[in-house]
Nanobody, 117 residues
Framework: QVQLVESGGDLVQPGGSLRLSCAGSGIIFSFYVMGWYRQVPGKQRELVAGITASSSTKYADSVKGRFTIFRDNAKNSVYLQMNSLKPEDTAVYYC???????????WGQGTQVTVSS
């Protein structure tokens, strides 16, 4: 059974930092492209950051220079370091695992990030 479990969401003041974690099980984690997405009510889920098996990364323009995605395959985990948080970063953040060989993908249950004073 495949599971992606996110943690680290919280309420934080503007300008603050958070680190999200996603622990995977039931998959050969190192094969997968991992991503962090976010969604606010009434809007489509959007890609925040992605990292390939070889640790190439890409970011949404809105988070470049503030967020960093990295992975630790030994721990079957991917992380999102979020700095200089803004109120518009408020969303539910989801972890995604995408198999580039067969196109299959999995989602975590989401973790709430709220940026507010």
């Amino acid at each position: 059974q495949v599971q992606l479990v996110e943690s680290g969401g919280d309420l934080v003041q503007p300008g603050g930092s958070l680190r999200l974690s996603c622990a995977g099980s039931g998959i050969i984690f190192s094969f997968y492209v991992m991503g962090w997405y976010r969604q606010v009510p009434g809007k489509q889920r959007e890609l925040v950051a992605g990292i390939t098996a070889s640790s190439s990364t890409k970011y949404a323009d809105s988070v470049k220079g503030r967020f960093t995605i990295f992975r630790d395959n030994a721990k079957n985990s991917v992380y999102l370091q979020m700095n200089s948080l803004k109120p518009e970063d408020t969303a539910v953040y989801y972890c995604n695992a995408h198999n580039p060989y067969d196109g299959y993908e999995y989602w975590g249950q989401g973790t709430q990030v709220t940026v507010s004073s």
